[in-house]
Structure formats: structure tokens, C-alpha cells
């Protein structure tokens, strides 16, 4: 865009260099009797021939920088939102803490935003993807386990019942995901990820998985950071499930995801070091663990926050109670027709005692359905 | 430097439009005939004024770039250090990993750099500074706790016996750092670092601590910096100890800081969200802990690692244990003048194991004394 934009806005300077189509012909003529008669004259033009390039150099990178400083003024940074009230609040915030001499304004390196992932970057419908993963995992491992024909949760989802399976609570859970994210080291699972995400397919949409998240905010993410923001995940969701492709797909590096995590060890095997993960929890990043989370790995209290569930509610908190401008803001699932709609009696993404002190505290509240034009990538035009 | 080479880049330029002294006035006299006679001749100069300033522009513009690339070709990037092996060998591999098309090229996305604190960045001696801290604060908070009076370590340590209250060993040292590290907000202690920090004196140099920080390392920081790499603190010393200075002192921002840790916990507290620092181990970063710190925090195994000391090897080995150009570099302390001179059998800082490893592994080891031409900034020239 930036060249297209540069190209078109050489044709006005053209123009007027040639407004009148006689003017260098004329030109042409004064010059060769001027030079004749005033040989200092010669060396004048001589002289602004060699300046030529230099003007003609500097002319453009003037403009240039002119037509990216309007492109950016004009251009809408959220083309995939509606002109609603969550966008203006959005965009006022920005704008606000980035104006030099604003009341609230905040130095670049104390921009800081924290993003939940699941439900928030991404959808998490019917059950929150790194589940699927871990059941996808379950029925990839099973040939070298045996065993699991007759052991809960395992027996139940090599039989298909996942229901069943899942019915034993969090204990269930935990072994499952225990045995299909440890005993390996951090790269071998790494690749693992990487796999299965690069062909891995939701069960209802058939998508790839990391064409499942949200346009408009893939669009927030790229609009704060152009206004000079660092911006962090912080999920309830394993970190070496997200790093590996967070910064291709959300544009976040690995060290700046934040989220829950097992133990893991440091061993040499013939005299190679290792890190081994191992099947203990060293850190669950939800709830009141999300601002423990943010404190010890980013160290600051961010400015803005962005969840969808009461796993963020803690984080919203924290980051709303201080000084200064502040923005959190909660994605409301409402549109049952292009993804899913869900809030109070959900059991995955629950959104009740945070949607309450949403209300109480004029959070920024986005309803999918009327905010957002688009959902996925796929659908933008 | 840059305005300074600027502003005199630009006298030869100066003196070339008035190489002739007699030129502007015997030109000024061939225009006034020139455009008298020629009205068309004069439109063409009045053009060209109006151009001179897009002129001047452009070409400050592109003698300001000419300058820029030019002293960064050839501007030592790090004076403080002698025309010795290790520096040769840090520009070296600097080069090799940023030059595309080389083998071992390395996009800058992954030019991770980890560097140790105590003894690395900065001294260590006679004691780590953070421990100077704890007993700096037990003095100050003795009133408040009159039993300490009858309790070790605190009573050998009020008396001014310090070795006597260290003697108790690391539950001792635990005892202290406790007391004086926990029971208040992140916030808090922030602010009880920078009081200290801002004002403590050494024991025996009578500077600032962060008057003690190696400008030989300082300018290695900016030079990582300046080629695309990301700097971290992987310390055992405390994170929430570093956090508050790093990044006025080396330009390293919180986030980018990884240490040992203890606990924090989330609570409300008359309606606000506040963290407390608890009196529990959370993370110890030394060691076998560096290892793991660094897939913690940052998530990606570093291609330069820098420390000092024991406690630095297998952040050294891991580093090193990969495909592709690796810098692993250790800070040998062997200036008794200027600084300390200690190794193997130091208490502070033990450099044995890891220099053996250094020495088989081939690894750059700084000799503090030949290497560097001056230890702190204010013996800079």
C-alpha cells in the first residue's frame, strides 16, 4: 500500500513541475541565450543539474514520509469492527495514552498488554483446544500402551466416549494431559505441537485449529503494537502448547507468553544436557494465578487486559486498580450463528462473576455478534 | 558521536558551494541582468528556491545516512576492551550469525543473549551485593524488632559481627534474606530497592553499586543490541532485586530479566487487588536452575550466554549444545588491583568447574586484567 500510495502522490508534484506544457521548452530557450551571453550562469545550472538527484531523492523521501504519516492518520485500524461503542473505547484509550502531554500518558516501555488466549485470541468451543489435542494424542499413543484398554480415563476415550471419559473431573484431566505433554524435552514436544497444528482439524468447522482465531483481534494485537505496545498472552492454557506458533500466527513471541506450565528438569544424558518435562504441575496461570503469573514474568502491571471468561477476572482486576488510564476489556461470546454463544452456564469459558464486575466497573464489554464484522480470517473480503 | 561527525561532514560541503569567495556576488549579478531580460529565466530560479529547502533536506538526509553507515563500519563497537583474543572472538561470531547468506546465519527473532549479574555485569565482591542489601535492611528494620536482639543470626549481625551471623550458613542467610525481602507488596519492595540503590555505598570502594557495573560488558550489551539481539538477565540473584534498575543501568527492561524468586499470592484487600511477597522458595535461577529458567521465562535456548562463575556451566553447556554458532563466554576475575582476583577457591563467585569446562570446551574465557582497559564507567576516557 505504502508504494502504491508513494506512486500516486508523484503525479500532482509532476504535474505541477509541468503544469504549463510549454514551460520547458521555453525554459530550454532562455537557458541557451542566458548561458551563451553569462558563462557564470552556466555554472549556476550546471550546478543545479548535479543537485538534481539529491532534490529529486530528498522530494521523495519527504513525501513518502508524509503519505505514511497521513496513510496512518486516515486508515481505519480496526477495519474488522463495527463503529461501536467497545471500538471508540478502544481507540480513545490509544489514543490517550500515547499523545505526548496527555494527562495519561505512559512511556513506550510501560505499554503493556496481556491477552488471554482461549476464548479471548481464539475460540475454545466445545471444549478448549489443547484438550482436543491431548485426546487427539491419547488415540495416537494408545498402539504403545496397552494398558490404557482397561483404564479409566483411557478406556472410555479409545471407545470413542469422550463424555465418559472427561466425566472423572479434573483428576481425569490431569492425567491425560500428564501423560500426553511430559517425558519428553521441551523441543521434542515442541515438534509435537507443531504437527498437530499444522494439520489437526476442528471437530464441528473442520478448520485448522489456528484458523480459528479472531480477526478483530488479530487487528487490536497489530494496532497496539504500532502504537508502541509490547503485548503478552497470558492464558490459563500450557505455555510450550502456545510458544511454538504464537509469534507466526498472533505475532507474540515465545518469550512473551505467559501461561501454565509442568516441572521441568535439567540432566545430562552422555555428557548432552537435557531439559526432560516432567508430570508435575509447576504453575496453573488462571484466575488469581493469572496477575502472579504477570508479576513474575513480566514484572509490570500492564495497562491494558483482555480476557472473555472469570478465569480472567483476577488479571482485570489487577490491572484496572491503579493510577493512570487503563483498559480491560472482556470478548462476550453472542453470536450463536457464526461461532458460539455462551457466557453464565458454560463450562468452558465461563463468563458470570467477571461479566457482573464488567457492569460495575464499566469494563469494555464486545458483543461478537453486533461489534465484530468478521470472525475468522477466512472471512474478511 | 553522530551529530558531532554530522555537523563536520558537512564543512566540505559548505566549503564546495563557496569554493570561489567572489562567486555568490558575481552570480547574483549574472540573475538580476539574466531575469530582467528573461522572465521566463526568472520563474526557473524562482522554482529553484523554492526547491532549495526540499534540496538541503534531502541532502542532509542522505549525508546523515552516508555518516551513520560509515561510523558504524568502522566505530570500534567496543572500546573498553584490548585488541585481544576474546574480543576478536565476540565480533567474530557476531558477524558469522548476522550475515545473511552465512552458513550460521541467524534471523533476529532467535539472537538470544543471556547474561549472569553478580560478577558478570557487575562485582560481586566481598559479598554479592543483594546480600549487602538484607544486611543494610536488618540494620534499618532492628527497631522494629527488639527480639532480634536475642536471636541469630540477627544479634551477631547487629553487633556488627557479620561473619558470626553468616557462619549459620545458607538457613542463616535464608533467615535474613527473608525478613528483609518478604511480608510486602511487589510494589513496595520496588521502592525499598531503589531507596537503597540509589544511595548505599560499598564497603570498600565507597561507590554506588551500579557505579560497579563493567563498562567493558555495558558496551558488549549495546553492541548484542545494536546487531539485533535480545539481552537477558538469567541471575541467581533475586528478580525482584534486579527488576527495579536493570534497565536504567543496561538497558534491560523487567521483562526481559529472569532470577530466583520467592513466592507471591494473589488477595483482596478492602476491595483491592493486591500481590504479596511471601517467605517461600519459589524458583531458585542458579545452576541447574539456569537451564531451566531460561525455557521458563524465555522459551528459546540462547546462541550467546555470558557468566562468570560455577553457577553459570550448565547455562554455558546448554547454550552450547545445539547446532550453529554458539558464543559462550566467561568473565575471569584475575585483577587484584583494579578490581578482585578469585577462582576456584572464592566463596563468592567459585570459577573451578566452569573453567575447566572452559578450557576443554574451547569457550571464551575474558582475563578481566589484560582484556579490559578499564573495569568501571568512571574510568572511561
Known amino acids: 500500500m505504502c508504494l502504491h500510495s508513494l506512486a500516486d502522490s508523484h503525479k500532482p508534484q509532476r504535474d505541477f513541475l509541468s503544469s504549463d506544457r510549454h514551460a520547458p521548452f521555453m525554459i530550454g530557450i532562455a537557458k541557451s541565450i542566458a548561458m551563451r551571453e553569462f558563462p557564470l550562469l552556466k555554472a549556476l545550472v550546471v550546478f543545479r543539474r548535479s543537485c538534481r538527484l539529491a532534490f529529486v531523492l530528498g522530494t521523495v523521501i519527504l513525501i513518502s514520509v508524509q503519505v505514511q504519516v497521513q496513510a496512518q492518520a486516515q486508515a481505519d485500524p480496526l477495519p474488522s469492527w463495527n463503529d461501536v461503542a467497545s471500538k471508540k ?29 482461549d476464548g479471548t485470541l481464539w475460540a475454545e468451543q466445545p471444549m478448549y483446544f489443547q484438550l482436543l489435542f491431548a485426546l487427539d494424542r491419547v488415540r495416537l499413543l494408545a498402539p504403545h500402551h496397552p494398558e490404557w484398554k482397561s483404564q479409566e480415563p483411557f478406556a472410555s476415550l479409545l471407545k470413542g466416549d469422550v463424555k465418559g471419559a472427561l466425566a472423572g473431573g479434573e483428576p481425569a484431566i490431569g492425567r491425560i494431559v500428564m501423560v500426553t505433554h511430559t517425558g519428553m524435552t521441551p523441543e521434542a514436544f515442541d515438534q509435537i505441537v507443531l504437527r498437530w497444528i499444522a494439520s489437526a482439524r476442528h471437530p464441528t468447522t473442520g478448520r485448522l485449529y489456528t484458523d480459528m482465531v479472531y480477526q478483530p483481534m488479530l487487528e487490536l494485537l497489530a494496532y497496539m503494537r504500532a502504537n508502541g505496545f509490547k503485548t503478552f498472552i497470558v492464558s490459563g492454557g500450557g505455555i510450550e502448547f502456545m510458544r511454538p506458533w504464537t509469534e507466526r500466527v ?67 482486576q489487577w490491572t484496572t486498580a491503579a493510577k493512570g488510564a487503563r483498559l480491560a476489556l472482556i470478548v462476550h461470546h453472542t453470536d450463536a450463528v457464526r461461532e458460539w454463544a455462551y457466557d453464565r452456564n458454560s463450562s468452558i469459558g465461563r463468563l458470570d462473576k467477571a461479566l457482573d464486575a464488567a457492569q460495575a466497573e464499566g469494563w469494555v464489554v464486545v458483543d461478537m455478534k453486533n461489534d465484530w464484522k468478521v470472525i475468522y480470517p477466512s472471512e474478511k473480503q
Open 250 to 316: 498472533y505475532g507474540i513471541p515465545p518469550e512473551q507468553v505467559v501461561g501454565s506450565s509442568v516441572k521441568t528438569k535439567f540432566e545430562m544424558q552422555d555428557k548432552i544436557p537435557l531439559l526432560m518435562r516432567l508430570p508435575e504441575i509447576n504453575f496453573i496461570d488462571d484466575k488469581s494465578g493469572k496477575p502472579v503469573g504477570i508479576q513474575q514474568y513480566i514484572g509490570r502491571r500492564p495497562i491494558a487486559a483482555f480476557g472473555n471468561s472469570d478465569g480472567d477476572l483476577e488479571m482485570l
Open 89 to 117: 473505547a478502544i481507540i480513545a484509550f490509544v489514543e490517550d495514552v500515547i499523545r505526548e502531554g496527555s494527562p495519561h500518558f505512559v512511556p513506550p516501555d510501560e505499554r503493556i498488554a496481556t491477552f488471554d488466549n
